[in-house]
């Protein structure tokens, strides 16, 4: 029995679950989500508890649309009321993270920061790269980053080379070194881990202690031998750095967790990527209900 903290793991609730849910009806992928046909936050758990997952993060996001390719690739609109909510409701499973609009099409970025900050949310997921349509270290963007760092809240910038912006390059981990140079008490954690920029990230991380990876679905892709030497070699520290997630409702979790389980990682270090890092770079080693969950 494993205990696992996976830190993309998206609520399916009607009210936060719009976005994935018609990108997956688009693909004719939604029936293979269990807990979209329940609809309910005990139907979300019973899913992903099948596979060991006791705490999800949900990095679901506030972002305008934006079409790469002609496509349009959706608007997130995932309340920062409804993950607080959650959050206190279901303390210790479920960790809520406040998308931010940085380019202040939806909300005032550095309003919605503060109030998402006293709603209790503890981490915050932006997409410069859809808006303002930016790099990560634009200095506009220095104001909110340093905000922040002072708040004490965990930085989840989006990093997917897909999906992050008009060009691949906005998610070049490069753009996060100017970041961890400046804010070294900012966590930085990249979402999708900079993909497919694998081995650019690893040394980024290497160079950074305050910057974590999780590549979560693109790890049984394309770099998989590379993340998995890293990793087990604990090359340049990267044990310490690397943070399991899954993706999810973005793809099927059996599937996934399948694959997951075949990669042949050392057994030492799966409780630092399954959970232990992760307690660290939400800053929760300390929590009393984490501490029981994760003693």
Not at 49 to 57: F, L, P, Q
Not at 66 to 71: A, P, Q, S, T, V
Not at 213 to 230: E, N
Not at 266 to 279: F, G
């Amino acid at each position: 029995m494993h205990k696992i903290i996976d830190v993309r793991c998206r609520l399916t609730t009607p009210e936060a679950g719009e976005y994935f849910r018609d990108r997956l009806k688009r693909r004719g992928r939604y029936a293979m989500i269990e807990a979209y046909a329940d609809g309910t936050p005990e139907g979300f758990f019973q899913e992903i508890g099948k596979y060991e997952i006791t705490t999800a993060v949900s990095v679901s996001g506030q972002s305008p649309d934006l079409k790469i390719g002609g496509r349009p690739q959706g608007k997130r609109t995932t309340s920062n009321d409804v993950m607080a909510k959650m959050q206190k409701e279901y303390w210790g499973r479920f960790i809520g993270v406040a998308g931010i609009d940085t380019g202040n099409v939806i909300h005032d970025s550095m309003q919605e920061l503060e109030r998402s900050h006293k709603l209790g949310l503890r981490a915050v997921f932006i997409e410069p790269g859809r808006s303002p349509k930016c790099d990560l270290d634009d200095r506009r963007l220095w104001p909110f980053y340093e905000r922040v760092q002072a708040l004490d809240m965990t930085l989840i910038p989006q990093t997917s080379g897909l999906w992050g912006g008009l060009s691949i390059d906005f998610a070049h981990p490069r753009h996060l070194e100017p970041i961890a140079e400046d804010f070294p008490n900012l966590r930085i954690l990249a979402g999708h881990a900079c993909y497919p920029y694998v081995r650019e990230a690893i040394i980024v991380a290497a160079r950074h202690p305050n910057i974590w990876l999780s590549p979560d679905m693109y790890l049984v892709q394309m770099g998989t031998d590379d993340w998995v030497k890293a990793v087990n070699g604990n090359f340049f520290g990267l044990q310490d750095q690397f943070l399991f997630g899954t993706g999810y409702p973005a793809i099927p979790l059996k599937p996934y967790m399948e694959e997951f389980w075949k990669l042949p990682w050392k057994p030492e270090v799966l409780p630092k990527i399954l959970y232990k890092n992760a307690l660290r770079c939400f800053k929760l080693e300390d929590d009393p209900t984490f501490k029981t969950m994760y003693s």
